[in-house]
């Protein structure tokens, strides 16, 4: 007769191989567009080698004389995990919804919390792919150096990670039709990050540092480029970005929680009531 706790652990075992053969799919279903997965993998390496090419030797002023590379690297590491958790993800969400995809995996015997758990892994998977090619042309191409915090760094993602996922299914909920999806997600993630400070570092109380700090991308650059700061007596722990990312997140859940349907809109503004979001 099997025990209780062994019971527990045949469960968590199909849990954790369902979920496993769902992100196999959503893996698989990516990789077979090689268009879509060129665009969102290597948008940010040709990126980064474009700007580290023009950038050559120069160093940032406002970094104290650091090599600008030294903050590319950092940067585009963020930018790839915020365009896959937020970009790439949204505009996934909404043409599943209005095509209907959604509301037939609502009615499939897969469990709500599976297919959730294998989207946002899935995401998660294309992030870690980009980190590291990223990571790899920085310090192979550019010899960047090493972050000197690898705990910091991988917290810094993490949190990252999670923040910019709830916010891009709480936009998608937001976003009336697929037409809509890819200009609207794309003009505010991209007018962020030009005032966020990708491109160039920003001067700590310029105007466009104080605008940019009360939106989470501004936060996730701050939070990746610490432990590469190579200056004496920085830390690569950045607890003050950290927590801003955290609160935006949480945001992002109740909107999404409180908007979400599976199935299409029938007309502007207009969700189903039956399609609301279950309890999981």
Same mark, same amino acid.
């Given at each position: 007769?099997?025990?209780?706790?062994?019971?527990?652990?045949?469960?968590?075992? &199909?849990?954790?191989?369902?979920?496993?053969?769902?992100?196999?799919?959503?893996?698989?279903?990516?990789?077979?567009?090689?268009?879509? &997965?060129?665009?969102?993998?290597g948008?940010?390496?040709?990126?980064?080698?474009?700007?580290?090419?023009?950038?050559?030797?120069?160093?940032?002023?406002?970094l104290?004389?650091?090599?600008?590379?030294?903050?590319?690297?950092?940067?585009f590491?963020?930018?790839?995990?915020?365009?896959?958790?937020f970009?790439?993800?949204?505009?996934?969400?909404?043409?599943?919804?209005?095509?209907g995809?959604?509301?037939?995996?609502?009615?499939?015997?897969?469990?709500?919390?599976?297919?959730?758990?294998?989207?946002?892994?899935?995401?998660?998977?294309?992030?870690?792919?980009?980190?590291?090619?990223?990571?790899?042309?920085?310090?192979f191409?550019?010899?960047?150096?090493?972050?000197?915090?690898?705990?910091?760094?991988?917290?810094?993602?993490?949190?990252g990670?999670?923040?910019?996922?709830?916010?891009g299914? &709480?936009?998608?909920?937001?976003?009336?039709?697929?037409?809509?999806?890819?200009?609207?997600?794309?003009?505010?993630?991209?007018?962020?990050?030009?005032l966020?400070?990708?491109?160039?570092?920003?001067?700590?109380?310029?105007?466009?540092?104080?605008?940019?700090?009360?939106?989470?991308?501004?936060?996730?650059?701050?939070?990746?480029?610490?432990?590469?700061?190579?200056?004496?007596?920085?830390?690569?722990?950045?607890?003050?970005?950290?927590?801003?990312?955290?609160?935006?997140?949480?945001?992002?859940?109740?909107?999404?929680?409180?908007?979400?349907?599976?199935?299409?809109?029938?007309?502007?503004g207009?969700?189903?009531?039956?399609?609301?979001?279950?309890?999981?």
């Amino acid at each position: 007769m099997s025990t209780p706790v062994a019971r527990a652990r045949s469960r968590a075992a &199909a849990d954790l191989s369902m979920v496993g053969r769902q992100l196999y799919y959503e893996q698989l279903s990516f990789w077979r567009n090689p268009f879509a &997965a060129v665009f969102t993998v290597g948008f940010s390496v040709v990126f980064l080698v474009l700007l580290g090419a023009s950038a050559g030797d120069a160093r940032s002023a406002t970094l104290g004389g650091v090599p600008i590379i030294q903050y590319y690297v950092p940067g585009f590491v963020a930018y790839g995990v915020m365009s896959t958790c937020f970009n790439a993800l949204a505009t996934s969400l909404v043409v599943r919804r209005e095509t209907g995809l959604l509301k037939r995996l609502r009615l499939s015997p897969l469990p709500t919390w599976a297919m959730l758990a294998a989207v946002i892994g899935n995401a998660l998977v294309i992030s870690l792919v980009q980190i590291v090619l990223l990571l790899v042309i920085g310090r192979f191409g550019y010899h960047v150096q090493p972050p000197h915090n690898l705990a910091a760094l991988a917290l810094a993602l993490l949190v990252g990670a999670a923040s910019f996922t709830a916010l891009g299914i &709480a936009v998608s909920t937001l976003i009336p039709n697929q037409e809509a999806a890819g200009p609207i997600v794309s003009i505010v993630f991209f007018v962020l990050l030009f005032l966020s400070g990708l491109w160039y570092p920003l001067a700590p109380h310029s105007t466009l540092a104080t605008i940019s700090s009360y939106f989470p991308i501004r936060h996730m650059i701050e939070a990746v480029y610490a432990p590469f700061d190579v200056r004496p007596g920085v830390s690569g722990w950045s607890w003050h970005n950290l927590v801003p990312m955290l609160v935006w997140g949480a945001a992002g859940v109740v909107v999404a929680a409180r908007h979400w349907s599976w199935a299409p809109r029938t007309r502007a503004g207009d969700r189903p009531r039956a399609a609301r979001l279950p309890r999981l």
